[in-house]
């Protein structure tokens, strides 16, 4: 395939391509959109998944409607991602007038897809691709399923132009997201009275235990987000991590933040500090799932304070943290993880995805 | 109870309490060392658990004795926490030859238990009490079990005269156990060819999923400690967290320690450095667990190489860590973790055990 590394400095434009999930932006795109989520057999394994997927698909279709209904129809997703790739195109030419950057997106279940993108980026006729995906923690459902996605249709339609890859796998101790985690956290705290005592409680999407008997650091990598957060602030609160958005009937990593807040209640705790790590965007798990579903359960623990952080959005700290990120990786003093060519040691795929982007590391 | 903080300087003695669990210190004391472990509903929780708990602890014995006889017929548990306490008590005399500094050990499930500890520190007089539990991560099952053993025989039997008392309560970011940890892997990397390409699998005890779920931090610690120690190494090989030693039919923290390794032998790896994490001297786990049943699993999946690297016990660096978090919370400069006062969410006993010590944070 086309992916071998490139070794004369790349002449001609260089491309950002940001690597997400993304989400229906209408209404009309959430059944298509599921479709896709139960097809993929990285993050949703069925048995029979031909079959089972699209059935399944269907009979959640119409509770996800009411969800989406209830934070404006649809996900703001591809509206915040747009401005997110708009801003660091910004940040970037400012940072580097003299180089020929573009940012790119691509979604593994939405619009624009990764044959799109990849239509763009050939329009563009780019010798360098730096795909950056949009999870700061590493998962197979997610960062490696979005990597297949990319090889298959890189191996589907082959580049005949020299192409240099790299590819930016994990960042979720990166210091410019540390530092906007912590930013954020001062912030509020700064501006709300100190009493009741705050617990902070970090909160990061679960995954199936099964995907992570296979030996995913996913949870180890969330933790240190976490451990590097409290220690910025010398450890001077009450914290916990827990995970959230947990569908199904399978076992999935715990503790479930929905139970910690009820516990929390429970015991009398009074004010909870709610941070999302790991999502970059808002969506359905942090504007239903925290700020309905968690904030209503919260008010009948007896919660007398939540409050929820912001995901990072366009927020100008987080582009600049991107923007380095870029940098850092186009420079080469940054490189791919060690771990992106460990292939998980219980894997059950044919291939790893990652081996197609693990050239660099 | 006699707990409250002491509002004036102590005047008199004081004692650096080493709190663990401790081990059959002869093969004579398997039984009964078991019979405690059942006994224990912080560490076991099973339904009619004073019928329940020494039938099974009668069951496991025999198996439990043929372990033990691999590595020398009982736990050297014991004799290594002696040797800390000496070599720990010798550093501090040298660091604070003015201070009346006393190093004492108290085992959960073996002698001296806290009420010979208890009775020495009386005899001593004491005004001051370190409580150092030898847990760098907390669990329920293992610190708060501790401290509830601990506060119960003081309340049990009350001090007349006055004693202030303080907790390190978790250190598995201390920065001399880190760096405890860096400098192991560093020279055993040093000085090793460096073909074949070391993975690094960081391994700490397992802890069932049913206690994980009340919200315990305690696999978060654990993967801080894993995220400080790849930090100082610039994250400059592959590396994974898996966790050890589940016994019986519940679900436990994963991956499995052992799949893991099966996992890579068939992937191809053919060396890996285990670094076990979380366990202060040698015991059952290391030398049996790893050394003997994990070695095996190695050759046999293929691995060409496989290196375990030593426990703390009485290594120089590591008494040094000890040294310094003690006098760094006897000066105060280092206080009881914030979560110490933090009940789990889902705490299914009647009293959290950490409410007795919590009073200084």
Redesign the interface.
Known sequence: MSLSPHQQAPSGPTAVLLLGMGGPAEATEIGPYLQRLFADPHLIELPFQPLLGPLIARTRRDRLRQRYAEIGGASPIARLTARQAQALSARLAALRPEADLHVEIAFRYAQPDVHTALRALKARNVARVLVFLQYPHWACATSASALAQLGAALRAEPWSQPCEWGVIDRWG?DPGYISFLVQALRDHLSQSPPTPAP?LLFTAHALP?RQ??????Y??????T???VM?ALG????????YQSAIGPV?WL???TV??????G??GQQRVVVVPVGFTTDHLETLYDLDIVLAQRAQRAGLTHFHRLPAPNDAPAFIDAMAAMVLAHLDGSALP???L???????QHERCPADDFGFLS
């Not at 992570?212 to 650091?217: E, I, K, L, S």
């Not at 450890?235 to 827990?242: D, H, I, N, T």
Request: glycine share 6%; charged share 15%; with cysteine.
């Open positions: 101790c617990l235990m992570v008997a296979r030996g995913q650091n949870a180890q990598e969330v933790a240190a976490v451990h590097e220690k450890f001077a609160f009450p914290y916990l991590l827990s076992a715990q503790p479930s139970d910690v807040i009820d516990g929390l429970r015991h993880s060690m771990n060519t460990l292939r998980c040691p219980g894997c």
